[in-house]
């Protein structure tokens, strides 16, 4: 097993673990919402090991940073106890949603055998800032540009939802 | 990704509509906080002005997309990575929901103000969500086709919530919040399983290399169109449906319900239309089983409901599965199911304009009860539903007779006898809730309420502008009517050649 193998196995083993303690984790949402960090990392930890340098920092700044310290804010603002939660209830959907869940994870990996492709040999410079800047406002210019539509639209969208004053 | 020569090869005609409409968003945007300022002018002004503004952005945009059309025209706006591509197919979709966010823009004048939630940025939010239309209706690329679909979710997020005062309107916009973005996490799981088995973007590239073998293949396709299948609100993928068309205002309701529609079943016949011979068996046999379920569950679930825009949800949900049966008909069908999102814009509109033309007192008057004697107090108003809720039903004379038995003759054709059988009896029950309202305007006392006084011109011309188009497509769906612009308007042959385009 070559090291990037073992670190692979480890970050995954990581993300999905904590991924899976953050949705089991139904009384304390401020650990359930720092499960949610490790997993973040971890995935960083997998772009590093896939050669996108660029996209693991950003994982880490953008997700692991800005949005989590934004999900503990809500948490911590809300501040939610557990008998603020209702019993919990739908018990047999709840199986059968597992159920369902673990059939599908099952034929996932039963599919994916032999279908897993050897890693791609990418050239030296892959996943850097400059090679991903330059694809951004080359071929990817007109998607870049559509993002910045997208979040003027969650720009104006916020402002009339939350800052308008309501006449009476 | 091929490294990029120094002076890119773009044709920005391929964008010029999005980008023209993308423009009149921000016009409107700018312009708004100046004239709010201006006390001289009375708030109905204002919004005169702003819908000037996004009218003149949506004629420029039809009038490009219409030209394209007509010269049959393909450009794609960079040619060494296609994302966005104007050709016959995007053009006619493109005018489809331009239409329909003009109609809307008048549609929505009076009645903000009625209900006091008059604010300019409803002119914008509309604008953006109908640039996002244009951007996945013209989509070549699984990235172009995400981003679209949600710039044209995300402003409509927020118009179903816009009357704030409202808790239906926020219960509205929470729901389809969630539900959509539900949707949205599905399709971009269906997009990473499709990129990881054909290790392309582009949607040609994905066709020509898709592994009709690989079941993450047939996954990720079935991914992708159970996310757009909620954006068209085809059953199972329904539940947001009601609770979203009740909730929101009227005019928000008609908007979504008939460009959201139209786009997101444009983006579905690029997955599906094009020869995707390896997939297209099991693609089919998912579409079958979606188009049958939502006709019997849409119709028959309409038929109990006692609220108009909730009955209108339900039929939504029913002419989704009609689409559907156009698309199991195969490539014939393509053309049937083009001219049925047109049919389907003027005649649901429309219904949805006679409701925003009756609102009361800054309420919504759509409970069944407030549409009794409607014929004696406004004999207008009743015809034009009845009308619109006949063209709904598919009553010969109207074009959704027209475009229901295209739908049907295409199933015919291509042997899905079960499913057109089930059309033509679900089609039955239809005209028993449609002609449930007529009833009730034409053969009830009227109640204790009196109704709003007059009609806004705005509202009227929406109003004439769809029971014309109802008619006129209705009686002449391909031209020839002895007026010199419509005698070449041949829109069931448009429909036909623009899904030609797809192969």
């Known amino acids: ?168 | 990704m091929s490294p990029a020569s120094p002076a890119m090869n773009l044709d920005f005609s391929a964008i010029a509509p999005v980008a023209i409409v993308a423009m009149g968003a921000m016009a409107v945007l700018v312009l708004e906080v100046f004239l709010a300022r201006m006390r001289s002018l009375s708030e109905f002004h204002v919004s005169v002005a702003l819908a000037l503004v996004a009218t003149l952005a949506l004629v420029l945009a039809l009038g490009t997309a219409g030209q394209a059309f007509l010269q049959g025209t393909s450009s794609v706006f960079n040619a060494d990575n296609p994302m966005l591509r104007l050709d016959r197919f995007s053009a006619f979709a493109t005018v489809v929901v331009g239409i329909g966010a003009l109609l809307s823009v008048w549609m929505s004048m009076q009645y903000l103000i009625e209900l006091r939630i008059n604010h300019g940025e409803h002119y914008a939010l509309l604008l953006i969500s109908t640039a996002g239309m244009m951007v996945l209706v013209a989509a070549v690329d699984i990235l172009t086709v995400f981003l679209g679909l949600e710039i044209l979710s995300l402003p409509i997020y927020v118009l179903a919530g816009f009357d704030r005062r409202k808790t239906t309107s926020n219960e509205a916009a929470m729901k389809y919040f969630l539900v959509g973005t539900f949707a949205t996490a599905l399709l971009l799981y269906g997009t990473a399983l499709l990129y990881g088995t054909t290790g392309e973007t582009g949607l040609d590239g994905i066709r020509a290399a898709f592994p009709s073998d690989n079941p993450l293949a047939l996954a990720g396709l079935g991914l992708v169109v159970v996310g757009l299948a909620f954006k068209v609100s085809a059953a199972p993928f329904h539940q947001w449906t009601p609770d979203v068309y009740e909730g929101a205002p009227t005019s928000v309701t008609g908007f979504m319900s008939v460009t959201v529609k139209a786009a997101a079943f444009a983006a579905l016949l690029r997955f599906a239309g094009g020869d995707v011979e390896p997939a297209a068996e099991n693609l089919g046999r998912i579409l079958w089983g979606i188009a049958l379920l939502s006709m019997v569950l849409g119709n028959i679930t309409a038929v109990v409901q006692d609220n108009v825009k909730r009955m209108l949800a339900w039929s939504a949900v029913a002419h989704a599965g009609y689409v559907l049966v156009g698309f199991t008909a195969g490539a014939p069908g393509h053309g049937a199911v083009l001219f049925y999102l047109a049919a389907y814009l003027f005649a649901n509109l429309g219904a949805f304009a006679v409701i925003v033309a009756l609102a009361d007192r800054g309420r919504d008057q759509d409970r069944i009860e407030s549409f009794a004697g409607l014929a004696r107090r406004r004999p207008g108003m009743a015809a034009l539903m009845t009308l619109f809720l006949l063209s709904l039903a598919g009553l010969p004379g109207t074009v959704g007779f027209i475009a229901k038995f295209q739908i049907f003759s295409v199933a015919v054709r291509a042997e899905e006898l079960s499913l057109a059988i089930v059309a033509v009896l679900t089609t039955v029950v239809s005209f028993y809730y449609y002609l449930r309202v007529p009833v009730w305007m034409y053969m009830r006392d009227p109640g204790e309420t009196p109704p709003r006084a007059g009609l806004d011109t705005p509202e009227a011309a929406v109003l004439s502008a769809c029971a014309i188009a109802v008619l006129l497509l209705g009686f002449f769906p391909n031209g020839g009517f002895p007026v010199p612009v419509l005698q070449d308007a041949t829109v069931l042959a448009w429909a036909h050649e623009a899904a030609a385009a797809l192969r």
């Open chain 1, 1 to 168: 097993m070559s090291a990037e193998l073992f670190f692979f196995y480890v970050f995954a083993a990581l993300a999905a673990g904590s991924a899976l303690a953050m949705v089991s984790n139904l009384r304390n949402t401020v650990a359930a919402a720092l499960s949610l960090v490790v997993t973040m990392v971890s995935l960083a930890g997998i772009y590093v090991l896939l050669r996108a340098h660029l996209v693991a920092a950003v994982q880490i700044m953008v997700y692991a940073g800005a949005v989590l310290v934004l999900f503990v804010f809500v948490v911590m603002l809300l501040n939610l106890r557990e008998d603020v939660f209702p019993p919990a209830r739908l018990r047999p959907f709840k199986l059968a949603g597992a159920a369902l869940g673990a059939v599908g994870l099952a034929g996932f990996l039963a599919a994916l055998a032999g279908h897993v492709p050897d890693m791609a040999a990418v050239p030296e410079s892959f996943g850097g800032y400059r090679e991903v800047g330059r694809a951004l406002f080359t071929d990817y210019v007109l998607a870049f540009e559509l993002v910045s539509l997208l979040l003027l639209a969650a720009i104006v969208g916020a402002v009339v939802l939350a800052k308008r004053r309501l006449e009476p």
